[in-house]
């Protein structure tokens, strides 16, 4: 959906955002032509003050910005574009412009891994093989894990219990994903919990 974007000086500041990570990737600068070319596109499109010329993010690198969500600010005149970066932003070849790492979480991560096993019912997958068994299975399961976890809790095998850990939310993220729920959820659910707490 087009909005009402203030160009009466030609170009305006531009933001990109990596959409799951929130890290601010660099900062670019629009016309009129090179927004409506990135809508059309859904990848971003600059106007490049140095070349003079409409800039297709990756056109050379293929490490294209895909637009996510555009956000304009309250004076119509800057844009936050949210995106899933294909590679890295900076063509010095960092994620950002700022060196910094764009490290993305590796839970979602390993939530992606589950999802995508379990949709290609891949035959051979742990995963998917746990998932087929139903939910009597993965609760018992995940009730194991957990008496695991508590059993080497009693000891000081620091690899032991890390093992028996990563092994308990492994398991917890597939128990999720069988109930139909995120852990992004659960995160919002701690955080509405803490915000109840501190008023």
Known sequence: MKQKINFENGLIPVIIQDQETNKVLMLGYMNREAYEKSLYEKKVTFYSRSKKRLWTKGEISKNYLIIKKI????????????????????????????????????????????????????????TYKLYKKGINRISQKFGEESIELIIESKDNNKNLFLNESADLLFHYLVLLYYKNISIKEVIKTLEYRNLLKNQ
């Not at 956000?71 to 910094?100: A, N, Q, S, Y």
């Open 71 to 126: 956000l304009i600010d309250c004076d119509r005149d800057t844009l936050l574009i949210k995106v899933v970066p294909k590679g890295p932003t900076c063509h010095h070849g960092t994620d950002t412009c700022w060196k910094e790492n764009n490290k993305k979480n590796f839970l979602f991560y390993l939530e992606k891994i589950i999802s995508y096993k379990i949709s290609k019912k891949e035959q051979n997958s742990y």
